[in-house]
């Protein structure tokens, strides 16, 4: 167990809606990472927050926004769902500042949009 | 040209067999290598971390950075069928953390 707990496990929502997902980071780590990941893919970065602020986002649009609370847990929230958004959604969290890159997946949030 | 390239497989081996994984980049500024495995419907599980080039072993598991040729090599010594799964490499800059993975190879072991 990595200590990184996301919820909810599966959701279907459709076309031009709205998603918020949530993650709760392992006790002790001050960073947490976002990724998408499509069927057959690696995961892509979507954005990192660091100290409730964004701290770098990938290839992503506007319309993918988090947050960071001052415990450490996230939210992911896509506006304007669309179909090549169904994707597995995955919560990685770390400690910013011990030099290396020890960084710890939860189980992600399935996300089929229709 | 994606940065980092993994061959997809599918990779189908009998129980016993020592298996090589293996990806390549092209971003020369990469220091961090990792391997995770993935099985069916789960997160990545964080198997191997190497810090710049080398070797390390732990248990069964060998990691192999060699980055002059930008190149990054996992080995699984006396497979076992428990060891099917998605092998996925990543590596990431100094002082970032973000991660860039490669496609995954989806291994099956073959009892």
């Known amino acids: 167990e990595t200590g990184v707990t996301q919820s909810p496990t599966h959701l279907i929502k459709t076309r031009g809606q709205q998603v918020t997902l949530r993650c709760s980071s392992q006790?002790?780590?001050?960073?947490v990472s976002w990724y998408q990941q499509a069927l057959g893919q690696g995961p892509q970065f979507i954005f990192q927050y660091y100290r409730e602020e964004e701290n770098g986002r990938g290839n992503f649009p506007p319309r993918f926004s988090g947050l960071q609370f001052p415990n450490y847990s996230s939210e992911l929230n896509v506006n304007a769902l669309e179909l090549d958004d169904s994707a597995l959604y995955l919560c990685?969290?770390?400690?910013?500042?011990?030099?290396?890159?020890?960084?710890?997946f939860g189980e992600g949030s399935w996300l089929t949009v229709v | 040209q994606k940065e980092v390239e993994q061959d997809p497989g599918p990779l189908s081996v009998p129980e016993g067999a020592i298996v090589s994984l293996n990806c390549t980049y092209s971003?020369?500024?990469?220091?961090?290598f990792m391997w995770y495995r993935q099985y069916s419907r789960k997160g990545p599980e964080l198997l191997m971390y190497?810090?710049?080039?080398g070797n390390k072993e732990d248990g069964r598991f060998t990691a192999q950075v060699d980055k002059s040729s930008k190149y990054i090599s996992l080995f699984i010594r006396d497979s076992q069928p428990s060891d099917s799964a998605t092998y996925l490499c990543a590596m990431s800059e100094q002082g970032a953390q973000k991660l860039v993975f490669g496609q995954g190879t989806r291994l099956t072991i073959n009892p």
């Open positions: 990685a969290s770390s400690f910013s500042g011990t030099g290396g890159n020890t960084i710890y």
């Open positions: 190497t810090y710049s080039s």
């Open positions: 006790s002790g780590h001050n960073t």
């Open positions: 971003n020369s500024a990469f220091q961090y």
